[in-house]
């Protein structure tokens, strides 16, 4: 540990170590979520409990304060485990014991899998920075979504500690950085989209399928084996996002599409009902439909072998990167909207519980000691005064012969004297 030059420096530490933790920790964990019922909240993997369950912030610091823990980060519709009969740990917030949640969903990730290739998490040797998708919630390497090179630590021999470089605390959720330890750039940063959705889910999701390859839904292909992987769909001007399909055919109607619209579908069904009747039915999603033609390379690698025999398929897995707005670019007609209404997240950013602000955070050390002090009984209140008193004595004792020789109170210093302290309380 570096030496610290004085005594206003060591204070001064001391006092942006308090404001970290507060910002670091700025809530209050004194409450089980449980009550709250299934909700979208950070969950947690208790791994000294060995079972395949999820805790909620606050049970994960007060009731596993010293198990080994992963973060897994939002989920949705979620209800903590921690004070039922599921964990045999008791809840130290909850105090009664409830039945097992039966609707919680436990995917991989509550066993410390993650990703498509399946990999336990270990947060010593992951480099890479991994992205989670807005549907399932799963997390996926930036190499499994062929947004990078596969770092050596993800080789099958473990790359030694010494070398290893652990990253997963230096980046925020869903996001795609470059990393210092020198891992390749991605091929799309984090700059360049909002959300991603992992192709699992992109293929039953009707709606979102659709889209996928058009501007604004980029996705990572490439031709061959030995061609580079490329975006599609990023660029508005990429030919690609224009393409339509002979069994699919847009047309672009000017007086319905405004600029920066999608283009409209010229005979729509609904786009032929009389006005009057569209005024009556003001609760369904509105028509024509507006959504982009079809990219056909995307369309084609979801049909499989349905595709046309001049058409390459390219090798990828379908994934999808949405961009900022997207959530105002779906089309809403009777075709698009239903498998979009399935999905409210989709359609709406969802609320993510955090615990309530704590009013003590931003107190130092002092003024917690003083609040604690004003809570003792006035005899236990005085024996604290009349000790802090003589601790106070002594350090002035103690530090009056550096100020007379100009002297520089060093950390060393500092311990020396609360050591002496210690062991001078035990010896009598």
């Known amino acids: 540990m570096t030496s610290l030059g004085s005594l206003t420096e060591f204070v001064a530490s001391q006092d942006e170590l308090l404001r970290e933790a507060a910002l670091t920790l700025p809530h209050e964990f004194s409450r089980c979520t449980y009550s709250l019922g299934p909700i979208r909240q950070a969950v947690y993997l208790c791994l000294t409990c060995q079972l395949p369950r999820g805790l909620c912030s606050s049970c994960s610091i007060a009731c596993h304060t010293d198990h080994e823990q992963i973060e897994l980060f ?186 920066g619209q999608k283009r409209s579908r010229s005979h729509s069904v609904h786009s032929e009902e009389p006005e009057r009747k569209k005024q009556h039915i003001s609760h369904e999603p509105p028509s024509p439909c507006l959504a982009p033609a079809p990219n056909s390379i995307a369309q084609a690698i979801f049909c499989g072998s349905q595709q046309p025999p001049d058409t390459k398929v390219s090798l990828t897995e379908g994934d999808v990167f949405l961009t900022e707005g997207w959530r105002e670019r779906w089309c809403r007609c009777g075709r698009c909207f239903p498998s979009l209404s399935n999905h409210p997240y989709l359609l709406e950013e969802e609320e993510t519980y955090e615990p309530p602000e704590d009013p003590d955070s931003a107190l130092s050390l002092e003024e917690l000691g003083m609040r604690a002090l004003e809570r003792l009984p006035r005899d236990r209140a005085i024996d604290g005064i009349r000790a802090f008193n003589d601790m106070r004595d002594d350090l002035l004792a103690y530090l009056r012969p550096f100020a007379q020789e100009g002297r520089i109170v060093g950390e060393a210093d500092v311990r020396q004297f609360f050591e002496t302290l210690h062991e001078s309380k035990h010896g009598s």
């Open 74 to 259: 939002p989920k949705r519709s979620f209800r903590c485990d921690c004070p039922t009969t599921a964990i045999p740990h008791a809840c130290t917030l909850h105090r009664s014991l409830e039945e097992e949640n039966r609707e919680n969903s436990y995917g991989q990730n509550f066993r410390s899998i993650f990703c498509r290739c399946g990999r336990p998490y270990d947060p010593k040797y992951e480099r890479e920075t991994m992205i989670q998708c807005l549907a399932c919630e799963d997390w996926f390497h930036e190499s499994c979504l062929h947004l990078r090179t596969r770092p050596s630590s993800r080789e099958s021999s473990p790359v030694p500690e010494n070398e290893a470089t652990d990253h997963g605390n230096d980046t925020e959720d869903n996001q795609s950085e470059a990393s210092s330890s020198g891992l390749p750039l991605p091929l799309i940063s984090a700059e360049d989209y909002d959300a991603f959705v992992c192709s699992s889910c992109v293929r039953s999701i009707d709606t979102l399928r659709r889209y996928a390859g058009t501007q604004g839904v980029i996705m990572v292909v490439r031709d061959s084996e030995d061609s580079p992987w490329r975006k599609l769909g990023g660029n508005p001007l990429c030919a690609d996002a224009s393409t339509t399909t002979e069994d699919d055919p847009l047309d672009i109607d000017d007086s319905l599409a405004a600029p």
